[in-house]
């Protein structure tokens, strides 16, 4: 699989994603710039990936700016043809900005940014990210001041329905009641669409692919987005 890293001004955590999949995932990288359009040599079977950061600084609201990039042109015809699309962090705000993605993210219930590692976990297998990881409490690091998902109370039950939930916060035993780091409806941290190809995550699975950083669990769900 290749992946293409969308690169928008205030990205910060592309370069973190370049590094975890060509170094750490051994996957062929190629960077994005937001103003290009066309998507070279990219198929069905390959990803574009939304990484995190503050795209155009979060002004007027989280990837509502970036949601216009003329690159978004083609990452939604991607997707829209069923290629894979990953968002995370900054990426999944964009990703439901440009409709691609149910809800939105909103400010975190304590009105605070939030740094650290936390436990998610996937409930189903349904989807190409969570198929080999079904079960597992992971630890993966968060970065965020506005991640708290929120959708009305009829698309948070389809969503709930037609297991397009691909991780919820937990505690370090999987018990998806608690470890909620935001305030997130449902304890959600990761969602997909009805067609499971477009992912959208708020954790950072590529600041735990290295043994040098004490955590591997992001390896997990990349090797199973690579081989499903």
Not at 18 to 25: C, G, K, M, N, R
Not at 26 to 47: I, R
Not at 196 to 211: D, I, K
Request: charged letters at 20%; proline letters at 4%.
């Amino acid at each position: 699989m290749k992946f293409g890293i969308v690169v928008f001004p205030g990205s910060n955590c592309d370069r973190d994603m370049q590094h975890a999949l060509e170094q750490d995932v051994k996957q062929e990288v190629v960077m994005l710039w937001h103003k290009d359009q066309a998507l070279p040599g990219f198929s069905t079977e390959d990803c574009i990936v939304l990484p995190g950061g503050f795209s155009y600084g979060d002004y007027l609201r989280c990837g509502a700016l970036a949601r216009f990039s003329p690159m978004m042109e083609s990452v939604i015809a991607h997707a829209n043809n069923g290629g894979k699309v990953l968002g995370v962090c900054n990426g999944f705000q964009i990703l439901c900005e440009a409709g691609l993605l149910p809800g939105a993210l909103l400010q975190n219930d304590h009105q605070k940014f939030i740094c650290k590692n936390t436990w998610i976990k996937s409930e189903n297998d349904q989807s190409a990210i969570t198929k080999q990881v079904k079960g597992l409490p992971l630890n993966i690091p968060i970065a965020h001041g506005e991640g708290r998902y929120y959708a009305e109370a009829s698309i948070i039950r389809a969503l709930e329905d037609n297991q397009q939930v691909i991780f919820k916060y937990c505690d370090m035993q999987g018990d998806t009641s608690l470890g909620n780091p935001n305030g997130s409806t449902n304890n959600i941290a990761g969602i997909c669409n009805a067609n499971r190809n477009v992912f959208g995550m708020m954790p950072h699975p590529e600041r735990a692919c290295s043994s040098i950083l004490g955590n591997v669990d992001g390896l997990k769900i990349f090797n199973s987005l690579i081989n499903n």
